[in-house]
Structures are given as C-alpha cells and as structure tokens.
C-alpha cells in the first residue's frame, strides 16, 4: 500500500484547501478510504470516509458542512476539499484505505500534508 498526499498549506481563518492523495499497490476502487488528521500533541482523528464507488460518505460532527470527500477511481486518487477552515482544523492530514475510525487511526501510511489555519 501507498499513498502520498498533497495539497496542504497556510491559510488565515475562513479560507479554504483541497487535499489529494494518491493510491497505489492495491485495488483502490474496491477499497473504502478515509482521511484522518493528527493535531498537535494529539491523537489521530478520523475525519471523513467515502465507500469504494463514492455513494456512501460519512463525516466526523467537527467537519460536517464544511468538508467535502470525493475520489477518482480512474486515476486512484481521493480528495479532501476544506471549506470555512478554523484554527482547529490545523493539523497533518492523513489518507488511508478504510472506512471507519477504528481501521484508520492505528497507524498512518504516508508522509502526510501539513494544514495550518492561522488567525
């Protein structure tokens, strides 16, 4: 498995970012994907989740209306657009194959994209 995400930055509050992240070395059409995030001295948290054909989405309370995932089965790659971004959104931004918090927060698969949301 390998993925590798992109797309993060610096940006004031309010302001907006899309994360990608690109798949290989398994069927990733087949697969659930999530991005999970890991603030600061904290743990990591389960964000958002898209089933393998993009029908079925769930979003953490935190992001809900503000966060959009999406995928691209044709090219293996999922997206993360962020949208009213808050100085709690800082945190590495992670992508990984499964769909729920207890399969994506163990361990992270690639480097990550940094988000930092500045007042």
């Known amino acids: 498995v390998q993925v590798a995400e992109s797309g993060g930055g610096e940006v004031q509050v309010g302001g907006s970012l899309r994360l990608s992240c690109a798949a290989s070395?398994?069927?990733?059409?087949?697969?659930?994907m999530s991005w999970v995030r890991r603030a600061p001295g904290e743990d990591l948290e389960w964000v958002s989740a898209i089933n393998g054909d993009g029908v079925v989405i769930y979003y953490a309370d935190s992001v809900k209306g503000r966060f959009t995932i999406s995928r691209d089965n044709a090219k293996n790659m999922l997206y993360l657009q962020m949208n009213s971004l808050k100085s709690e959104d800082t945190a590495v931004y992670y992508c990984?194959?499964?769909?729920?918090?207890?399969?994506?927060?163990?361990?992270?698969w690639g480097q990550g994209t940094q988000v930092t949301v500045s007042s």
């Open positions: 990984a194959p499964g769909g729920t918090a207890a399969s994506t927060t163990r361990y992270t």
């Open positions: 070395g398994f069927p990733f059409s087949r697969n659930d």
